[in-house]
């Protein structure tokens, strides 16, 4: 899983919603950590305020492959 930030024009990604309520306060973000974690964001319902857009997706990787 990715979450996407959305903010001020700037694009920033975090591996979930608690890191990103640790780098970014309420203030900023104008929504707190435990509102985001109820409100069920998800691919077809981001969170959207004045101050940002916040989306969660899931991450594709390619497979590794076993060198030893």
Not at 30 to 55: D, M, S, T
Request: proline share 1%.
């Amino acid at each position: 899983m990715v979450v996407h930030l959305e903010i001020g024009g700037q694009h920033y990604y975090y591996g979930n919603l608690k890191a990103l309520c640790d780098h970014w306060d309420k203030d900023a973000l104008g929504v707190g950590y435990a509102y985001l974690r109820n409100y069920g964001i998800n691919e077809q319902k981001p969170f959207r305020n004045a101050k940002c857009v916040i989306r969660r997706s899931i991450i594709i990787t390619s497979e590794r492959k076993n060198d030893r």
